[in-house]
């Protein structure tokens, strides 16, 4: 297949408005930073283009020469053909309103916890200091890297991950944003490899998929490390044990927020006398609890039983 962009089109709304045409025809899947195919072929054309993905500035109605159109054209398909997630193409993905480098190594950053982040965890943390934050699970390390912007007096934070594979990304991208001195990366194993500490505030997005969502997963997702996607039969084989540890790793006062995106049902079924809190998000997202160190002690023995 080779895409031939018509004689007739010309402006960059002209080629956005094509190129998300070929995207619907292809059938591909959107939910790697973009939901439409208008989107995905905004941000892969913004991206030809050097320009603000949000379009900021620009005029729409500007002309393109031959050769961004080509460019573009080319892009365009291998999207359609290779099923790969537009931000592989393009080695960037947005999180929190900052950019980070992605490839295959780590999961592309797609988490509502975005939105709890640029909020500064507010209301669950108050007028609280917040001295240090520990990311489990941290891949690219965007969450841990948005936790340092949002909260520049935290003179410390960690970020752990079992792939040394990620931990090289995160340390990509943790460079980009100076933050050498205040981020940590440790190659961990869930807490396995801290020294004792506590902490704020412990976040971490980490495997949650069930046995039938990675069956049943699309084509794009194919190419993310399965390793940070399947989390055994009920999606819950990495949070169970992190809920059961990490009352050691965490101030009194201090807060845990965990996703689990579909499993939360299968969470709730495990342990129905834990009172969850299940937040909300305005810009979409669920399958994210919160639990106050409080009450993770308080029902840390049923967590370890289970784990």
Not at 87 to 111: C, K, M, Q, T
Not at 159 to 173: F, K, Q, R
Not at 181 to 210: C, G, K, M
Not at 239 to 253: C, E, F, I, N, R
Request: proline share 5%.
């Amino acid at each position: 297949m080779t895409l031939k962009i018509p004689v007739e089109i010309h402006t960059l709304r002209q080629i956005v408005e094509w190129g998300a045409e070929q995207f619907d025809q292809a059938g591909l899947y959107f939910g790697h930073g973009t939901e439409t195919a208008l989107d995905e072929s905004a941000w892969l054309v913004s991206h030809v283009l050097n320009v603000s993905p949000d379009y900021s500035g620009v005029d729409v109605e500007q002309r393109l020469d031959e050769s961004q159109k080509q460019a573009i054209a080319k892009l365009l398909q291998r999207r359609i053909e290779e099923k790969r997630p537009a931000a592989y193409l393009i080695n960037e993905a947005w999180f929190a309103g900052h950019a980070f480098y992605v490839d295959e190594r780590v999961l592309i950053p797609r988490s509502p916890l975005a939105e709890l982040i640029n909020e500064e965890f507010q209301p669950w943390i108050g007028q609280h200091q917040i001295e240090n934050i520990l990311e489990i699970g941290t891949g690219s390390g965007c969450i841990a890297i948005a936790c340092a912007l949002a909260f520049p007096e935290a003179k410390k934070l960690v970020a752990t991950d079992i792939s040394d594979e990620a931990l090289a990304v995160a340390a990509m991208n943790r460079s980009r944003y100076g933050l050498e001195d205040r981020l940590e990366l440790i190659q961990s194993d869930l807490f396995s490899s801290l020294a004792t500490q506590q902490y704020d505030i412990i976040i971490s997005n980490p495997p949650y998929v069930d046995a039938q969502d990675m069956a049943d997963l699309p084509d794009e997702f194919r190419h993310e490390p399965e390793l940070g996607l399947t989390a055994g039969q009920d999606g819950l084989d990495l949070v169970v044990p992190m809920l059961a540890q990490a009352s050691d790793y965490l101030k009194p006062g201090g807060i845990i927020v965990i996703e689990v995106g579909n499993s939360w049902e299968a969470l709730e079924q495990r342990f129905p006398e834990v009172p969850f809190t299940w937040l909300e998000f305005e810009y979409g997202g669920e399958g994210v609890f919160l639990l106050t160190a409080e009450v993770l002690s308080e029902f840390r023995n049923s967590f370890i039983s289970e784990s």
